[in-house]
Protein backbone atom coordinates (compact mmCIF):
# COMPACT_ATOMS: atom_id res chain seq x y z
CA UNK A 1 0.00 0.00 0.00
CA UNK A 2 0.87 3.35 -0.60
CA UNK A 3 0.83 6.53 1.26
CA UNK A 4 0.94 9.98 0.48
CA UNK A 5 2.02 12.83 3.57
CA UNK A 6 1.46 16.57 3.32
CA UNK A 7 3.19 18.06 5.72
CA UNK A 8 1.59 21.63 5.26
CA UNK A 9 -2.63 21.79 5.45
CA UNK A 10 -1.89 25.89 4.62
CA UNK A 11 0.68 28.39 3.12
CA UNK A 12 0.19 31.80 2.80
CA UNK A 13 3.38 33.68 0.55
CA UNK A 14 3.50 37.09 -0.34
CA UNK A 15 2.90 37.38 -4.50
CA UNK A 16 5.86 37.35 -5.87
CA UNK A 17 8.13 35.12 -3.63
CA UNK A 18 8.45 31.77 -3.96
CA UNK A 19 7.08 28.23 -2.44
CA UNK A 20 7.98 24.83 -1.59
CA UNK A 21 4.99 22.91 -0.91
CA UNK A 22 6.02 20.07 0.78
CA UNK A 23 5.37 15.80 -0.04
CA UNK A 24 6.71 13.22 1.15
CA UNK A 25 5.21 9.02 0.32
CA UNK A 26 5.94 5.81 1.61
CA UNK A 27 5.70 2.78 -0.18
CA UNK A 28 7.04 -0.33 -0.81
CA UNK A 29 6.62 -0.89 -4.44
CA UNK A 30 8.03 1.68 -6.91
CA UNK A 31 5.17 4.26 -7.81
CA UNK A 32 4.87 7.42 -9.96
CA UNK A 33 4.28 10.76 -8.90
CA UNK A 34 2.29 13.67 -9.36
CA UNK A 35 1.12 16.99 -7.94
CA UNK A 36 -2.23 18.13 -9.17
CA UNK A 37 -3.99 21.67 -8.34
CA UNK A 38 -8.08 22.38 -7.60
CA UNK A 39 -9.53 25.56 -7.87
CA UNK A 40 -12.85 26.41 -5.88
CA UNK A 41 -15.46 23.99 -7.58
CA UNK A 42 -13.13 22.56 -9.92
CA UNK A 43 -12.29 19.01 -10.47
CA UNK A 44 -7.98 18.16 -10.61
CA UNK A 45 -5.67 19.92 -12.79
CA UNK A 46 -2.53 18.14 -13.57
CA UNK A 47 0.18 20.42 -12.45
CA UNK A 48 3.09 17.97 -13.41
CA UNK A 49 4.11 14.11 -12.90
CA UNK A 50 7.44 11.92 -12.70
CA UNK A 51 6.97 8.78 -14.54
CA UNK A 52 10.43 8.41 -15.02
CA UNK A 53 13.89 9.69 -16.07
CA UNK A 54 15.30 13.47 -14.78
CA UNK A 55 14.23 13.55 -11.34
CA UNK A 56 13.74 17.40 -11.69
CA UNK A 57 10.53 17.64 -14.10
CA UNK A 58 8.60 20.91 -14.92
CA UNK A 59 4.62 21.40 -15.09
CA UNK A 60 2.47 24.36 -16.29
CA UNK A 61 2.33 27.66 -14.97
CA UNK A 62 5.91 27.78 -13.80
CA UNK A 63 5.90 25.01 -11.26
CA UNK A 64 8.82 22.53 -10.93
CA UNK A 65 9.52 19.28 -8.85
CA UNK A 66 12.24 17.35 -7.82
CA UNK A 67 11.76 13.65 -6.94
CA UNK A 68 14.13 12.36 -4.40
CA UNK A 69 14.29 8.86 -4.34
CA UNK A 70 16.48 7.94 -0.98
CA UNK A 71 14.45 10.85 0.91
CA UNK A 72 10.82 9.65 -0.44
CA UNK A 73 9.67 13.50 -1.02
CA UNK A 74 8.41 15.07 -4.17
CA UNK A 75 8.22 18.89 -3.24
CA UNK A 76 6.75 21.22 -5.39
CA UNK A 77 8.37 24.47 -6.03
CA UNK A 78 7.58 28.06 -7.85
CA UNK A 79 9.99 30.65 -7.80
CA UNK A 80 7.85 33.62 -7.84
CA UNK A 81 4.10 32.96 -7.31
CA UNK A 82 1.09 34.92 -8.66
CA UNK A 83 -2.24 35.68 -7.16
CA UNK A 84 -3.93 33.50 -9.45
CA UNK A 85 -1.93 30.30 -7.77
CA UNK A 86 -4.35 30.81 -4.93
CA UNK A 87 -5.49 26.82 -4.96
CA UNK A 88 -5.44 23.87 -2.82
CA UNK A 89 -2.12 21.49 -3.96
CA UNK A 90 -2.39 17.83 -4.00
CA UNK A 91 -0.02 14.99 -4.34
CA UNK A 92 -0.85 11.98 -5.74
CA UNK A 93 1.46 8.36 -6.11
CA UNK A 94 0.49 5.52 -7.73
CA UNK A 95 2.11 2.06 -8.08
CA UNK A 96 3.42 0.69 -11.44
CA UNK A 97 1.08 -1.69 -13.23
CA UNK A 98 -1.84 -0.26 -10.80
CA UNK A 99 -4.22 3.29 -12.34
CA UNK A 100 -5.04 3.84 -8.14
CA UNK A 101 -3.99 7.56 -7.24
CA UNK A 102 -3.64 7.80 -3.37
CA UNK A 103 -3.81 10.98 -2.55
CA UNK A 104 -2.41 13.85 0.31
CA UNK A 105 -4.34 15.96 2.41
CA UNK A 106 -3.21 19.13 0.20
CA UNK A 107 -1.97 21.72 0.65
CA UNK A 108 -4.11 25.22 0.32
CA UNK A 109 -2.07 28.09 -0.99
CA UNK A 110 -2.86 31.19 -0.32
CA UNK A 111 -1.34 34.06 -1.97
CA UNK A 112 -1.05 37.59 -0.16
CA UNK A 113 -0.93 40.83 -2.47
CA UNK B 1 -10.02 16.87 -27.96
CA UNK B 2 -12.74 16.85 -25.06
CA UNK B 3 -11.68 16.25 -21.68
CA UNK B 4 -13.66 14.20 -19.22
CA UNK B 5 -17.48 15.35 -19.03
CA UNK B 6 -19.39 14.42 -15.98
CA UNK B 7 -22.89 15.00 -15.66
CA UNK B 8 -24.91 16.15 -13.75
CA UNK B 9 -22.54 19.04 -11.83
CA UNK B 10 -25.01 18.98 -9.08
CA UNK B 11 -27.51 16.76 -7.46
CA UNK B 12 -29.88 17.10 -4.41
CA UNK B 13 -31.07 14.08 -2.94
CA UNK B 14 -33.23 12.87 0.18
CA UNK B 15 -31.79 10.32 2.46
CA UNK B 16 -32.57 6.65 1.31
CA UNK B 17 -32.78 7.40 -2.55
CA UNK B 18 -30.17 6.29 -5.00
CA UNK B 19 -28.26 8.32 -7.42
CA UNK B 20 -26.73 7.57 -10.59
CA UNK B 21 -23.98 9.73 -12.17
CA UNK B 22 -22.14 9.57 -15.55
CA UNK B 23 -18.68 9.84 -16.65
CA UNK B 24 -17.79 10.58 -20.29
CA UNK B 25 -13.47 9.50 -20.89
CA UNK B 26 -11.41 11.64 -23.18
CA UNK B 27 -11.63 9.40 -26.38
CA UNK B 28 -9.68 6.77 -26.34
CA UNK B 29 -9.07 6.47 -22.92
CA UNK B 30 -9.95 3.18 -21.54
CA UNK B 31 -9.29 3.07 -17.91
CA UNK B 32 -11.99 5.34 -16.14
CA UNK B 33 -11.58 5.47 -11.64
CA UNK B 34 -13.90 6.96 -9.19
CA UNK B 35 -13.16 9.27 -6.48
CA UNK B 36 -14.66 10.97 -3.68
CA UNK B 37 -14.09 14.18 -2.28
CA UNK B 38 -14.49 15.21 1.78
CA UNK B 39 -13.62 17.58 3.93
CA UNK B 40 -13.24 15.06 6.40
CA UNK B 41 -11.59 11.95 4.98
CA UNK B 42 -10.18 13.69 1.68
CA UNK B 43 -9.64 11.90 -1.54
CA UNK B 44 -10.69 8.53 -1.36
CA UNK B 45 -10.34 6.05 -4.02
CA UNK B 46 -13.64 4.02 -4.75
CA UNK B 47 -13.48 1.76 -8.01
CA UNK B 48 -11.20 1.41 -11.24
CA UNK B 49 -13.14 -0.03 -14.62
CA UNK B 50 -10.94 -1.21 -17.70
CA UNK B 51 -12.59 -2.28 -20.74
CA UNK B 52 -15.78 -2.74 -19.13
CA UNK B 53 -14.43 -4.74 -16.12
CA UNK B 54 -14.12 -3.62 -12.89
CA UNK B 55 -9.89 -3.86 -12.27
CA UNK B 56 -9.72 -2.37 -8.50
CA UNK B 57 -11.95 -1.74 -5.53
CA UNK B 58 -11.36 0.76 -2.62
CA UNK B 59 -12.77 0.72 0.88
CA UNK B 60 -16.48 1.68 0.29
CA UNK B 61 -19.68 -0.35 1.31
CA UNK B 62 -21.18 -2.09 -1.19
CA UNK B 63 -24.05 0.72 -1.89
CA UNK B 64 -21.42 1.91 -3.83
CA UNK B 65 -21.06 0.54 -7.33
CA UNK B 66 -20.53 1.44 -11.25
CA UNK B 67 -20.26 -0.14 -14.24
CA UNK B 68 -18.38 0.84 -17.60
CA UNK B 69 -19.91 -0.06 -21.32
CA UNK B 70 -18.51 -0.67 -24.46
CA UNK B 71 -17.56 2.98 -25.18
CA UNK B 72 -15.87 3.32 -22.24
CA UNK B 73 -18.46 5.53 -20.16
CA UNK B 74 -18.74 4.55 -17.29
CA UNK B 75 -21.40 5.32 -14.34
CA UNK B 76 -21.56 5.13 -10.39
CA UNK B 77 -24.43 4.24 -8.51
CA UNK B 78 -25.03 4.65 -4.78
CA UNK B 79 -28.00 3.27 -3.08
CA UNK B 80 -29.74 4.17 -0.02
CA UNK B 81 -28.32 7.40 0.21
CA UNK B 82 -27.03 8.33 3.51
CA UNK B 83 -25.87 11.85 4.85
CA UNK B 84 -22.18 11.17 4.80
CA UNK B 85 -22.70 10.63 0.99
CA UNK B 86 -22.62 14.17 0.54
CA UNK B 87 -19.19 14.76 -1.31
CA UNK B 88 -17.67 15.66 -5.25
CA UNK B 89 -17.49 12.80 -6.85
CA UNK B 90 -14.78 12.91 -9.59
CA UNK B 91 -14.24 10.59 -11.97
CA UNK B 92 -10.74 10.10 -13.92
CA UNK B 93 -9.69 8.86 -17.70
CA UNK B 94 -6.30 7.25 -18.49
CA UNK B 95 -4.84 5.52 -21.99
CA UNK B 96 -3.78 2.63 -19.58
CA UNK B 97 -1.77 1.06 -22.47
CA UNK B 98 1.65 -0.06 -21.64
CA UNK B 99 3.58 3.03 -21.20
CA UNK B 100 3.00 4.67 -17.98
CA UNK B 101 0.50 8.06 -18.10
CA UNK B 102 -1.52 10.37 -16.38
CA UNK B 103 -4.77 10.64 -15.41
CA UNK B 104 -7.01 13.67 -16.20
CA UNK B 105 -9.81 14.69 -14.23
CA UNK B 106 -13.49 15.88 -14.77
CA UNK B 107 -15.15 18.44 -12.96
CA UNK B 108 -17.29 16.88 -10.90
CA UNK B 109 -20.24 16.18 -9.38
CA UNK B 110 -21.26 17.57 -6.39
CA UNK B 111 -23.76 15.43 -4.52
CA UNK B 112 -25.98 16.57 -1.44
CA UNK B 113 -28.19 14.47 0.16
CA UNK B 114 -30.70 15.71 2.85
Known amino acids: AQSVTQLDSQVPVFEEAPVELRCNYS??????LFWYVQYPNQGLQLLLKYLSGSTLVKGINGFEAEFNKSQTSFHLRKPSVHISDTAEYFC???????????FGTGTRLTIIP | KAGVTQTPRYLIKTRGQQVTLSCSPI?????VSWYQQTPGQGLQFLFEYFSETQRNKGNFPGRFSGRQFSNSRSEMNVSTLELGDSALYLCASSISGTAPTEAFFGQGTRLTVV
Open chain 1, 27 to 32: SSVSVY
Open chain 2, 27 to 31: SGHRS
Open chain 1, 92 to 102: AVRAFGNEKLT
